[in-house]
């Protein structure tokens, strides 16, 4: 019986999809999706306007639901691009919080707890 040996390109090392993402990811993630919504939400805002009247010759509720379409769409590329630079300001800002939050949460581990028994 013959043994199979890997080859030299079989053992490269692949990324795990298992890989839990950093707090850093996570909160550039975060950022990413809140302004996808801000952007949908300014959008929507704009498009209630109604500048060609009601009269339009475009306007049917097809017509009212790919312009929805096409703004959630390019909503999500405006956010995973940085277009408009609201995620990345927003992530910054937001970090300066989780470090405070981190370092008062190791300070408190730090901190011996001191029971009430009295013994």
């Given at each position: 019986m013959t043994t199979i040996t890997p080859s030299v390109g079989a053992a490269t090392a692949l990324p795990t999809a298992n890989a839990a993402p950093s707090d850093a990811e996570k909160l550039s993630g975060v950022a990413k999706q809140f302004e996808a919504?801000?952007?949908?939400?300014?959008?929507?805002?704009?498009?209630?306007?109604?500048?060609?009247?009601?009269?339009n010759v475009?306007?049917?509720?097809?017509?009212?639901?790919f312009r929805q379409m096409q703004d959630d769409r390019f909503a999500d590329i405006a956010s995973e691009?940085?277009?408009f630079g609201?995620?990345?300001?927003?992530?910054t800002?937001?970090?300066?919080?989780?470090?405070?939050?981190?370092?008062?949460?190791?300070?408190?581990?730090?901190?011996p707890e001191v029971t009430g028994n009295g013994i």
């Open positions: 919504i801000f952007l949908r939400q300014m959008l929507a805002a704009a498009r209630k306007t109604n500048l060609g009247g009601e009269d475009f306007s049917s509720q097809g017509m009212d639901t691009t940085g277009a609201l995620g990345k300001m927003i992530q800002h937001l970090a300066k919080f989780a470090k405070a939050a981190n370092a008062a949460e190791a300070a408190t581990a730090a901190t």
